[in-house]
């Protein structure tokens, strides 16, 4: 899960961010809506966390403008105001969901991972894909109810493709929501982690479409 975080107080930021890391989110952060805005039309993210009080002009009126022009990423918002007019503002101009300040790192992540899953069409927190399953509050991973051991970035990769499932995701979709702008991997990376994943969970559970990209693969379906 790739999420921008938008929020100016360095301190919570950092915070926030570092917690989230260690949960296995990929964190991106900026203190400016103006910043905030020139990156979610040219990256692709999976969420924003989203503070209303930024430098440069209420985080609603660069809210509105996303929604206005089809931005529809699941936006997150944290602020200090605790009035329900303020609440009611944030909802108006697009959000859906918002934690008041102070809060807990966990609330926020729960809500978060609920957002991001609620966008892929899935209500319950345990995502199941054949016998293969994802529970996105833990994180933890099982085939046949054998828990599974991941890397954080095999882990960020079989997510994706979970949460996706059955749909095909290219390989550019993959190094967007998957790994760090700053840091894009070499053009082999993906194909070895993916058969990494292939060792733990059977080659034919993720299949290859030349030209394509990926597709996760319910086995037990199709039996």
Partial sequence: MKVL??????ALARALAEALAEAGLLIETTTTGREADYLVRTERYDAIILDLGL??????????????????LPVLVLTARERWSDKAAGFSAGA????????????????LRA??????????PVIRVGELTLDTHSGSVSLAGRPITLTAQESRLLSY???????????AELVEHVYNRDHEPDSNV??????????????????????????????????
Avoid at 5 to 10: F, G, I, R
Avoid at 55 to 72: F, H, V, Y
Avoid at 96 to 109: G, M, W
Avoid at 194 to 222: C, M, N, P, W
């Fill in 5 to 10: 975080l938008v929020e100016d107080d360095a």
């Fill in 55 to 72: 430098p440069d002009g209420d985080g609603t009126r660069w809210l509105s403008q996303w929604r206005e022009d089809a931005i529809d």
């Fill in 96 to 111: 859906d969901d918002y934690v008041v300040k102070p809060f807990e790192t966990a609330e926020v992540l729960f809500r």
């Fill in 115 to 124: 957002l991001v899953r609620r966008s892929h069409g899935h209500a319950h």
């Fill in 161 to 171: 493709l979970m949460h996706a499932s059955p749909r095909i995701v290219s390989r």
């Fill in 190 to 223: 993906i194909d070895v982690q993916i058969s990494r994943l292939r060792r733990k969970f059977g080659r034919a559970r993720i299949e290859t479409l030349r030209g394509q990209g990926y597709r996760l693969v319910d086995l037990e379906a199709a039996i």
